[in-house]
């Protein structure tokens, strides 16, 4: 009776622990994903390129949208998961700025263009 107890303990702690790696391993993707977005943009100088990459950025802001919501929903007990967190979550916030300055600088380029893209950041809202 004592090896089911520690072994579902140790289940629990194992499942409650992944759920939370599981957050930051969304957060370092929606991190990565979010600097290629960003280059991306960089690239953009005509509508053509804009409809080109389209589909890509809706699922970046998929992929975002999906961590924000693990992030906002991890269990923050285990101090290891909340430290790897803390370093990546600014990381992300500055990531997502970064892109979104990116697509001013297109819209200040190419306005049409742009507009392609602006239609996509409806992707990168965390729906509860």
Do not use: W
């Not at 997502?96 to 602006?118: D, I, P």
């Amino acid at each position: 009776m004592k090896y089911v107890v520690i072994a579902l303990i140790s289940t629990l702690v194992a499942c409650s622990g992944g759920a939370s790696s599981e957050a930051v391993d969304k957060a370092k993707a929606a991190y990565e994903n979010l600097n290629k977005a960003r280059v991306m943009l960089t690239s953009v100088n005509t509508v053509e390129d804009a409809q080109k990459i389209e589909a890509d950025i809706s699922k970046i802001g998929l992929s975002y949208a999906d961590a924000i919501k693990a992030m906002k929903s991890m269990d923050q007990t285990d101090p290891e998961v909340a430290q790897e967190m803390a370093k990546i979550a600014p990381k992300v916030a500055a990531e997502y700025q970064g892109m979104l300055l990116a697509l001013n600088a297109l819209q200040a380029r190419n306005s049409k263009a742009a507009q392609v893209l602006l239609d996509e950041l409806k992707y990168f809202k965390s729906k509860r």
